[in-house]
Each structure stands twice: as C-alpha cells, then as structure tokens.
C-alpha cells in the first residue's frame, strides 16, 4: 500500500509519501515514492505515486529522460516544461507510453494497469499549483474549495483533513496536519508506514524550502505522534457521555 | 453504502448502524440496519447487516422464520438459541440458505453475493458476545485485545476506535466514541448517513438498556459533532509547528 497526500494553500504546497511497498504482506521493502525535480529559482517539483512499482518508476523514467511530443516529434522531459498544466499532460503521456510498452502483457497476467499520482509544485512566475493523475493519463487540479488530493490507502487520514484544512491554513500547520493524517493511516493500515518524505514550496519562491526524511528516530513526529494520541483521548473525555435511554 | 460497529466491553456491548442505502448515487433511501431481538430478562441480540439489501433481508427472515438444522431436520429461530456462539452459526446457515436460493441467479446478473453482519448480544446466563458474520457464513468473535468490529465503510472510522476503545472502557464512553467513529464516516462518505439506530446491553442483564435512533434534531449528537469538530480544531492548534528544512 501507499499514503499520499497534497495540501495547497495560499501560502504554498505541502507533499508528503511514505516509503512502505508490498507484494505480498510477506515482502515488504522500503522505496521512495516522492520524487523531487529541482533548479532553484526557476522550478520545483515533486511526483508522489502508488500502484504498481515497476509502472511508476517506468512513467518516472520517462518524464526525466522525455516523451514525445506527438506534433513536433521532439522528447520532452519534465524540467523543460514551462508550464505545470503542459507538465502534468506530460506525465499524463508518459502513463500512456508505458501503458502502451507494458499494458498488453500486464493484462495477461492478470495484473491491473493501475497507477496514480500527484504531482505539485511551480515554475517560475507562477503559482504553486496541485494535480492527480490517473491510470490513463487523464488528470484532476486541486482547488481552494477542497484543497488537498490524495493518494492510495486515503480513508484513514481523510477525516482531519475534511476539518482541519483550508485555503487560507498556515503552510507549516498545513504540513503539521498533513503529518498527523499520515499517521492516522501508519496507524490504521500496516501496509503503510515509515520513513517519510515531505517537501514544501512557498508560493513566489520556485525551490524546496523543505526537502526531507522522517523516520522513527525522528523526535518532531514522535512527539506529535504522542500529542495527537493524547489529545484524541483527551477530546472525547470533554464530550459529556449520552444519556440515550428506551425510545 | 453502509457503517456499523459494534463495541464490547467489560461493562456490556454497544451496536450502531447508519440507515442510508443507495442503489447508485441518485437511488437513495432509508432502510433500518440495526434489527433488535429481545426478550426480556431471557435475550437481547442486534443484526446489523450491510451489503445487497435484498440478501441481507432474506436472511433476516430465516433467521426469524427458521433454518433447518441438517441434523434433526427441525427449523431453528434466533429466538430458539441457548447460547451466543450456536446463534451466530445459525445466522450463517441462514446466510448460506439464501446463497443456494439465489447465488447462481446473482452471479448470472453479475452481482456479487456480497454481504456481512454484526451480531451481538447475550442471552441469560452468559456474557455478551460479539461475532462478524461473512458472506460465506464463516464468522470471527470479538475479543478483549481489540474490543470492536466493523462493517461497511469502515476506515474513516476506525482511527478513534483504535485509539480510544479499550475493553476496560466505560459502557457509555464507548457508545459516545462509536458515535464519534460514526459522525467521522458520515463527514467523509455521502453513503452513510443519519438517522443512526443504536441499542446497549448491559453484561448479566439480558436487555436493551437503550434501543434508540438518533435523527438530525437529535441534540446530543448535534453537540457530539459540534465538540468533536472543535476538539480536533483545538487538539492539532495544540500542537507546535514543524521546523523542518532541508536534509
């Protein structure tokens, strides 16, 4: 399984991906699954995926070495791209290349082609923006309304988000209740879990203001790990009890 | 869609079930889940059911009408148990009558015989029990190491209950974090819904102390979702932001 999710706001653009893949419960591996393309000042972006491995590291093979386009017969790689709508079309067509390479034989196998990702960051000039990208290449923008996406194992860590996130929330609270929705899936599905990676962009400034790993030793996300369980408890404690009786 | 969990602990057993089905997005109605059994100071049992409608409700009139038992080819009703564990056997059976009547029928028009239960309760002389029934009539118990079972759309919920239930829980405290658990999955899935039956059984005492159902005027719950929403607000403001940069 698989965790992502991104959270944009006004400020900027949180990405976080945990590291957890499995075939299998009894084959269990860490890989990265937030892949970050960076020239500072003028781009900064990050891939986070799920689904099946050898498809996503194919797409992710194809979007830095180039795709081509179809017109102009020229490969086109991510970090030429000027526009983030024309560099998420092209990841779009890198599932398509690689749905074209393996699709065939993957469905004789009885595999699914099934794979997802975001994609977030910005290119000089413009602002931070936010995308999912489907099995076939087709994709959704994050918006102010609902701004946050998510990938893979999403039930567990949506709940938080659904309250506690909106356009206009602080971009480290941002990242801050993207950790604790992380956390609530580690806890809930052991096909999730650490380490973590997490990037953030600040809207205006095209480069990583964070680029970085969490993992167990990590004394932040242990202490808001601890926090968080506590203040569950604690939350429902305040909540009278019912006093529902025979109706 | 379709949420129920059922929480046993030292003091007694709590049951909660939505009542929204919906047949499509734009098919959308009110069915009770929630299906009580009593007599008493003899037994107290709940079905809660979720998957096709029309199987669970078949069973649910074997259960009452009675299922053969292959052995003294006598017909044995819910009401007819002496004990818990013979009772959700019998649910089973009657799971696997209504596959015989209408499985291939199912299958032909490519649906699945795709259902599952809660069944709880206690009859005089035992402790409350809680099973999961599935769709093949197999069934797991509810134990003291994870005093909950769930079923329907069950991860937004099962944050709150991995972290707050225990068996040694007040009866009340539980039904008022079953409800939290329930409010968490109405919020984030438009196939759950209000109103929410509920009943409570006290351990050594073969009743229903509560067998209610909790509508949108229901002041409690109104509360309930307006502290929670809060709570959660509050409990992530609590804690401090990340400084992470980058590694």
């Known amino acids: 399984m698989t965790y992502c999710c991104g959270i ?3 400020d900027g653009l949180v990405m976080i991906a945990d590291t957890r893949t499995n075939a299998g419960l009894d084959n269990i591996s860490t890989f990265r699954k937030l892949h970050v393309f960076e020239k500072k000042g003028h781009h900064a972006f990050a891939i986070a995926t799920a689904g099946n491995l050898s498809i996503t590291q194919n797409v992710l093979h194809f979007v830095r070495t180039g795709v081509e386009n179809a017109k102009t017969k020229e490969l086109e790689r991510l970090e030429d791209m000027t526009d983030m709508f024309a560099a998420a079309q092209l990841i779009g067509r890198a599932v398509r290349k690689v749905d074209e390479v393996y699709g065939e034989a993957l469905e004789q196998a009885s595999l699914n082609f099934d794979v997802s990702f975001l994609f977030g960051g910005q290119i000089a000039g413009g602002p931070p923006r936010l ?7 087709n994709f959704i923008e994050c918006t102010p309304d609902a701004p946050f996406l998510q990938i893979g194992e999403h039930k567990y860590g949506k709940p938080i988000l659904d309250r506690a996130v909106n356009f206009n929330t602080d971009l480290y609270d941002a990242l801050k209740i993207g950790l604790i929705s992380m956390d609530s899936t580690i806890k809930s599905n052991l096909g999730v879990g650490l380490p973590i990676d997490i990037i953030v962009t600040r809207t205006n400034d095209p480069s990583l203001e964070v680029n970085s790993r969490i993992d167990a030793t990590d004394e932040y996300f242990r202490d808001l790990r601890e926090r ?5 408890r604690a939350a429902h404690m305040d909540i009278p009890r019912p006093n529902f009786s025979r109706s």
């Open 8 to 10: 944009l706001v006004r």
């Open 131 to 137: 995308f999912m990208i489907y099995s076939a290449g």
């Open 228 to 232: 968080w369980s506590a203040a569950l």
